[in-house]
């Protein structure tokens, strides 16, 4: 049976990568469960809408998401990408957030 999620592939990575943002593209990867390829294709995606920005620290790459970029409405709120991360991080069961 293949199992889904409510939250899309991009969500995900951004959950992961505002709990660790030092994290490689392999590492992104396993966490979200898709492969290395379709993690630069989000990557590219997320910083070309503006959610994150890329910079190099020596050969690796490290993301930082714009925490007040609008996400449009859910629901009846119209919340920034900061918001939206908190509300998932505060409800994560701990063993998930470890």
Known sequence: ?????????????????????????????????????????????????GYIAREKVGRRNRYRIDRYRPMGRVGALDLTVGQLLELVIEHEEPAAAG
């Open 1 to 49: 049976m293949r199992s889904w999620s409510f939250l899309t592939n991009q969500a995900q990575v951004l959950l992961h990568m505002s709990q660790r943002p030092d994290s490689t593209g392999l590492e992104i990867a396993q966490a979200v469960g898709v492969t290395e390829r379709a993690i630069r294709s989000i990557l590219g995606d997320l910083q070309a809408a």
